[in-house]
């Protein structure tokens, strides 16, 4: 007997609550005739992944589809559970006990590190750090920056990552208010020194990773300007780039190298800069980059360097993965060597996409289930309870939030909010989310 029916539904675990996560969730749902009951497993005590932990604050529209994954969540065939990681707190092995299929959709936010001299020095900061940090995820909030040292910030990286956060090391702090940055970024980047941010492409500026809205927004910050060398784009004029995404983003950048400079505060980008070593100050903290350019070696002076050059995936004990890069092995989506078990989002593709793009991904694990539980390979056998299953992993000592854990953790947010003429205050703290989360 086939599972999938109203008298034994098709029991499905997803692991993590991200986009790629309630995609995956929403395309089951919808599916004609499929009775699916889903548990959703998050690793905190909050969803969305990097919807809440890796949007830029001062992008709240690219936010907005949280609404549809509130839709999701309130299916009556859907529940959520928070602060419970799979591969800590139960094994794969567990969930295939209990479950018909898992979806793998853990996403790839860790640090990727550069793996060149001083990367460790203090003022060397990963993306997928610093970014947690104004995002108030509650592994980064503690970490402390200093935006005294110097006036000027090195971010490595070409990609929209880098833009993110060249501009929220510009920014106006009265624009940043507006926004739901954590309150402890907001207090550092109050009282920050820097004035340049120099964002450094290691190949020619045709090769850019970032996209074109992304690029012209940084050319209307209020008081801000966009330095580039004309120079440095002179090999390629916009009409010979490959494509029209290329040569947009290369107009802009003709563009930018036109203007004057009017404001004390500048993103300066250049291209064909590749790091070769972190200085020290000789305290142990950074004093500079090392640069190979075209004209030579050179050091660049900055008291803080922030190395947005991609993502990697944590390990998920007993799933094989790629190294480096940490994406998941998988074949369309079916993940090598395990049966009943399926990836989408960045653990699928690696860290590469917007949002919407694991929409698509999302149907594709979705897809590839549904086939093999046409074709017989999801056979109705006895299985664990997910009950059973849940009360075991409460014994074991972890709390476990649920939905409505999240909407108070929600409210409590928007009330901060509120109060401080703000869109919501991000709670930081994985005590005080699981204090507020129980209603006490
Ligand atoms: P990305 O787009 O892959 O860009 C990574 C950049 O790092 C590339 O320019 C790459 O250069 C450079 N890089 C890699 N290793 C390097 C090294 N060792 N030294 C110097 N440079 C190095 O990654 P991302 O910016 O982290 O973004 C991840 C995904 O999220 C992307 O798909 C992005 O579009 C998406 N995203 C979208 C938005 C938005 O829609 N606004 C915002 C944030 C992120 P090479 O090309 O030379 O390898």
Not at 263 to 275: C, E, V
Not at 321 to 340: C, I
Request: glycine fraction near 10%; charge should be neutral; charged fraction near 25%.
């Amino acid at each position: 007997m086939t599972p999938g029916n109203s008298q034994r539904p098709l029991r499905v675990a997803i692991v993590g609550s991200g986009p790629a996560g309630f995609y995956a969730a929403g395309h089951l749902q919808k599916t004609r005739g499929l009775h699916a009951e889903i548990d959703v497993y998050e690793r905190l005590p909050t969803p969305w992944g990097l919807l809440r932990a890796g949007v830029a604050p001062d992008h709240p529209d690219k936010k907005g589809v949280s609404r549809v994954f509130e839709l999701i969540a309130a299916h009556p065939g859907l529940r959520w559970f928070g602060n419970v990681e799979v591969g800590r707190d139960v094994s794969l092995d567990a969930l295939l006990g209990t479950y018909d299929a898992v979806i793998l959709a853990h996403g790839a936010a860790a640090p990727r590190p550069p793996g060149l001299p001083g990367e460790t020095l203090d003022g060397s900061v990963s993306a997928a750090d610093f970014v947690s940090w104004y995002n108030a995820h509650p592994d980064a909030a503690h970490r402390q920056h200093d935006f005294s040292r110097s006036e000027r910030a090195v971010v490595v990286g070409n990609g929209n990552v880098a833009l993110d956060i060249a501009r929220l090391l510009t920014l106006d702090p009265a624009r940043l208010h507006e926004t739901d940055i954590a309150a402890g970024a907001l207090d550092a980047l109050r009282s920050s020194r820097i004035r340049e941010v120099l964002v450094l492409g290691r190949r020619g500026a045709e090769h850019a990773a970032f996209h074109n809205p992304e690029l012209a927004e940084l050319g209307h910050l209020p008081a801000v300007d966009v330095v580039v060398d004309t120079a440095e784009l002179a090999r390629v004029p916009p009409e010979a780039a490959a494509d029209w995404a290329r040569r947009r983003k290369l107009a802009t950048l003709h563009d930018y190298a036109q203007r004057l400079r009017r404001h004390p505060r500048a993103i300066a980008l250049r291209f064909g800069w590749q790091p070769l070593a972190v200085i020290d100050d000789g305290h142990g903290h950074v004093a500079g980059l090392q640069v190979a350019t075209q004209a030579g070696e050179q050091r660049i002076n900055a008291g803080l360097v922030v190395w947005a050059i991609g993502f990697e995936a944590r390990p998920l004990a007993g799933v094989p993965n790629e190294r480096p890069g940490g994406r998941l092995r998988h074949v369309s989506q079916r993940v090598a060597g395990l049966d009943r078990v399926y990836v989408t989002g960045w653990a699928a593709r690696g860290p590469q996409g917007v949002i919407g793009s694991n929409k698509h991904c999302a149907q594709l694990a979705v897809d590839a289930l549904l086939a093999d539980l046409a074709g017989g390979c999801i056979d109705a056998a006895p299985r664990h309870s997910p009950n059973a299953l849940l009360e075991e992993i409460s014994q074991r000592g972890v709390e476990l939030v649920r939905y409505r854990g999240w909407q108070r953790i929600d409210e409590q947010e928007r009330d901060f909010g509120v109060a401080s003429g703000r869109p919501r205050i991000k709670l930081d703290n994985r005590e005080a989310l699981l204090e507020v989360a129980r209603g006490a």
